[in-house]
């Protein structure tokens, strides 16, 4: 029983390192937004690839607002005024190109401006290069998300 069950564990555990290689590999998965500027969590962002093959991030958990952990985009226009952002979609069309994804947009909730979008990983998948800008790469700035392990 023993020797019939070791080759089923091996091939388990190779598929299990698969599995967390490619999720290194790209931004899909759960992050926790870390302020740029303070260097304190905001919030949870929740990243997936669509049909289309682009990525999408929506707001899990706000942790930390100004208006407290259940914050409404006041400064947003369109559909999204007024809206919880929790539940909100802030990050869409995101598309891979190398080794960063672009050519998305990313909405930031508290001045309720969109930007275009560059995703980079780094450390070995376990962090995401967030910049936000305005025309070029050069001209914005970037947050750096923290993977969640499940």
């Given at each position: 029983?023993?020797?019939?069950?070791?080759?089923?564990?091996?091939?388990?555990?190779?598929?299990?390192?698969?599995?967390?290689?490619?999720?290194?590999?790209?931004?899909?998965g759960t992050w926790t937004q870390v302020d740029d500027k303070t260097g304190k969590?905001?919030?949870?962002?929740?990243?997936?690839?669509?049909?289309?093959?682009?990525?999408?991030?929506?707001?899990?958990?706000?942790?930390?607002?100004?208006?407290?952990?259940?914050?409404?985009?006041?400064?947003?226009?369109?559909?999204?005024?007024?809206?919880?952002?929790?539940?909100?979609?802030?990050?869409?069309?995101?598309?891979?190109?190398?080794?960063?994804?672009?050519?998305?947009?990313?909405?930031?909730?508290?001045?309720?401006?969109?930007?275009?979008?560059?995703?980079?990983?780094?450390?070995?998948?376990?962090?995401?290069?967030v910049r936000g800008y305005i025309g070029v790469p050069m001209l914005g700035r970037?947050?750096?998300?923290?993977?969640?392990?499940?």
């Open positions: 029983m023993r020797r019939a069950l070791l080759p089923f564990l091996l091939a388990f555990g190779l598929l299990m390192t698969a599995q967390a290689l490619a999720a290194a590999d790209t931004p899909v969590p905001k919030s949870i962002i929740e990243i997936t690839e669509q049909p289309d093959g682009t990525l999408q991030g929506v707001v899990k958990q706000v942790l930390f607002s100004d208006q407290g952990t259940h914050p409404i985009c006041d400064k947003c226009t369109g559909e999204r005024h007024n809206q919880p952002v929790v539940g909100m979609t802030i990050l869409w069309g995101v598309k891979k190109d190398g080794d960063v994804w672009d050519g998305g947009q990313v909405l930031d909730p508290a001045n309720g401006k969109i930007y275009k979008v560059r995703l980079q990983l780094t450390d070995n998948g376990e962090k995401l290069d970037t947050q750096t998300w923290i993977r969640k392990s499940d």
